[in-house]
C-alpha cells in the first residue's frame, strides 16, 4: 500500500471477537451496591448490570455493522498511521465540503443521523460532501503506533486527508476533541478552511475584570458548571493526561470496565432532563459506541491522545487570535462556552445557544444542529 493510496473498507468483526465479549460480560465480577448510594459516586452497579444484560444477549452488533457499512468507508496511511473515514459525497453540484470530527467518547456513529440532511436536503438548503474520520487512534483507525499525537499532528492529518480527497478548500465541525482540532486546522491552514462549526467549545476567563462584571446570568451560571467539572468531574481527563496506560490497561480488559467509564460521560454530559442516559442517546446507539471502542482495541491510544494535549506545550500556550470565521452552537448542559472569552481567541460570525441537548448533540439533537450547521454555512 502506497502512502497516498486511498482503499475501500468495511467492517466485519470476527464472531470470535464477539463470542468473547459476550464471554467476558457473562464472567465479569461485580463490585456490590451501597444502599441509598446513585451516580453521585459513578455508574451504579445495578444499572451497569442491566446495560450489560442487554449487550451480552440482545444488542445486535451485525446490525450496526451493517449500518455503517450502508455509508461508503475508506482506509489511507498519513504521517505513518492509518486513517478511516466515511466519505459521502452529494448529487448537489453546489454542495461544501465539510469534515466532521467526533471527541471522546464519541465516534464516527455520532454523525449517522446526520449523514442524509446534510448531503441531501430540501433545494433551499445548502448541501455537504461529507468526510468523517475516525480519528488517529480511535476507533477503525486502530491503535496508535507511536508517540506524539498531539492535536497539531491531528490536525494536519486531516488537513491532509482532504487534500487527499481533492477537497482543497472546505469547512469544518466538531465538538469535544472536534472542538480542539478543528478551530487549531482553522488557525494552521487559514486559505484551505471556509469556516469552522463547533460544540462543546472550551473557552477560558480572560482575567480582565471588565469581562467578569459584563457576564449574564446565564454565563455566570456556565462558569460555575465549568468549575464543578474540573473539581468533581475531570478525574477521568487527569488520569488519562497523567498516566493513560494504567487506567487504559483495566479498560482494554474488561468491557464493563470500558462500558461504566463511557456510560458514566453520558450521564453527566447529556441534557440533565433525562434521568438515565440511555433515555438521552438511544441504547443501541450507546451500545455501538461503546462496541467500537472495546472491538477496536484503542483503549491505550484514546488514553495517550490526553497525555499529548496535556503534555505538549502548544497546547494552551497563547496564540494569535484565529482569523477564520467561527460559529459556535452551546446546548444546555456539558457546554460551557461563553461568547465574550470566544471571541478573543475566535473570529466569532455566528453564535447559537439552545436550552435542550447536550454534550452529543449529534446523537441527542440532531435537528438542531443539523439546522445550525447549514444556518453557520449559509452565512459565509
Known sequence: MTNTEIRPFRIDIPQADLDDLRERLIRTRWIDEVPGVGWERGAPTSYLKELAAYWADKFDWRAAESELNAHPQFTTVIDGQ????????SDRADAIPLLLIHGWPSSVVDFLDLIGPLTAPDAQAPAFHLVI?????HGFSGPLTETGWNDGRMAAALAELMARLGYERFGVQGGDHGAFIGPRI??????????????????????????????????RQRLAAMKKFQDDGSAYMNLNGSRPNTIAQLLADSPV???????????????QSHELPDQAVDRD??????????LTDTARSVANCYYERFHDA?????????????????????????????????TITHWSEFYRGGHFPALEVPELLIDDIRAFFASL
Open 82 to 89: 492509518h486513517i478511516h473515514f466515511l466519505h459521502v459525497r
Open 133 to 137: 474520520p475516525s480519528l488517529p487512534g
Open 186 to 219: 482553522g488557525r494552521d491552514f487559514p486559505d484551505r478552511v471556509l469556516g469552522v462549526h463547533a460544540n462543546a467549545l472550551v473557552t477560558f476567563p480572560t482575567g480582565d475584570p471588565a469581562d467578569m462584571a459584563a457576564l449574564t446570568e446565564a454565563e
Open 257 to 271: 470496565g470500558q462500558l461504566g467509564w463511557i456510560v458514566e460521560k453520558f450521564k453527566e454530559w447529556t441534557d
Open 285 to 294: 446507539r450507546l451500545l455501538t459506541i461503546v462496541s467500537i471502542y472495546w
Open 314 to 346: 502548544a497546547s494552551f500556550a497563547p496564540k494569535p487570535r484565529g482569523t477564520v470565521p467561527t460559529g459556535v452552537a452551546v446546548f444546555k448542559d456539558g457546554d460551557y462556552a461563553i461568547r465574550r472569552f470566544a471571541e478573543k481567541a475566535h
